[in-house]
């Protein structure tokens, strides 16, 4: 009976580990999803990342000069100085 008894054990606690591996917490699907989690929100940074950094740039010409402020004005608002004639190109 003791010669059994030790391999049945073993069996069995060999099955409980390996259902962990597979349906546990810590299981191969569920690190896998956990993954692409992960992935799609490094993807999610890097693209806020860029667009962080495109506003930076604007608002550092913003506050360097004038030019850029004047641009803005001319591409938005239609903005036109003194003395000078607006013409716009249809396409």
Known sequence: ?????IPAILIA???IVHAQLWLGRGSVPN???LQQKLDAQKAAN???RQTNERLAAEVRDLQEGLEMVE???RLELGMVKPNE???QIGP
């Open 1 to 5: 009976m003791g010669n059994r008894l």
């Open 13 to 15: 606690l060999l099955v």
């Open 31 to 33: 690190v896998n999803q």
């Open 46 to 48: 890097l693209v806020a």
């Open 71 to 73: 641009e803005k004005a």
């Open 85 to 87: 004639i607006f013409v």
